[in-house]
């Protein structure tokens, strides 16, 4: 159960990385401003990601406050549909909140 789990983790990650991406992409009209931008939203993610969430980061939150924090980092890619697909937002909310209780509860042991 928790190899699945870590593997719907990794994949919720890898969604909201390219959700990230393909929000700044969308925002600015010239090419060069696009790629720029969405190379930086990448980065900035990722590098959040590798301080405060990874398994080995350099400033491990635990409890409640990773639990909110991680749980609203994932999230955040999907508000770019709030005015068209609010469904994306609903099951991609409840998809992170199973997947982030199933590794508080079951997982990971810095939760």
């Known amino acids: 159960m928790l190899i699945i789990n870590d593997i719907a983790a990794f994949i919720i990650e890898i969604f909201s990385v390219l959700l990230v991406v393909r929000w700044a992409y969308i925002i600015l009209e010239q090419m060069w401003h696009k790629i720029s931008l969405s190379v930086a939203a990448a980065a900035v993610f990722a590098l959040l990601w590798r301080i405060f969430f990874s398994p080995k980061a350099a400033y491990p939150l635990s409890g409640n406050l990773r639990w909110s924090l991680e749980f609203l980092i994932l999230l955040f890619p999907y508000l770019q549909f709030l005015n068209k697909k ?5 099951f991609a ?3 992170i909140f199973i997947n982030l209780f199933i590794q508080a509860k079951f997982g990971r042991s810095d939760f």
Do not use: K
């Open 86 to 90: 609010t469904s994306y937002i609903i």
């Open 93 to 95: 909310g409840i998809g």
